[in-house]
């Protein structure tokens, strides 16, 4: 199938059921008295039932292919914000925090990049 929603919903399914399996791990507990993975286990089982109606609108409804959620994407602009991220984090460790986070919350992601004539 090339429904996006699908492949969406099996991958956070997949995801969820790793969660209630770690919460599980962790102990769960009582209502009054509740281990280390009581929120995880729950909210993992959230997350399952969600999913799983994602699952079963993608299967009755169908939905968008997965390449055309790509359409028109403009990955000059993606590549400059990952390029502008890898240099915070290389000049992070020898400029400090401030002197390397200035450039960085001062570029404007949302120009255009290409030179207009």
């Not at 956070?12 to 009054?32: D, E, M, Q, Y």
């Not at 799983?52 to 997965?66: D, M, N, Q, R």
Request: hydrophobic share 55%.
């Amino acid at each position: 199938m090339k429904n996006a929603d699908l492949w969406g919903g099996l991958g956070w399914l997949g995801f969820s059921v790793f969660v209630v399996v770690a919460g599980r791990g962790l102990g769960i507990g009582a209502i009054n008295d509740p281990g280390s993975g009581f929120l995880l286990f729950w909210l993992g089982l959230l997350m399952c039932g969600l999913s799983a109606a994602i699952l079963a609108g993608a299967v009755l409804a169908g939905g968008p292919s997965l390449a055309s959620l790509w359409q028109d994407t403009r990955w000059r602009k993606v590549l400059a914000i990952i390029a502008s991220l890898c240099a915070f984090a290389l000049l992070l460790n020898t400029l400090g925090f401030l002197l390397a986070a200035i450039p960085l919350l001062l570029y404007d992601g949302t120009q255009e990049i290409e030179a207009h004539p």
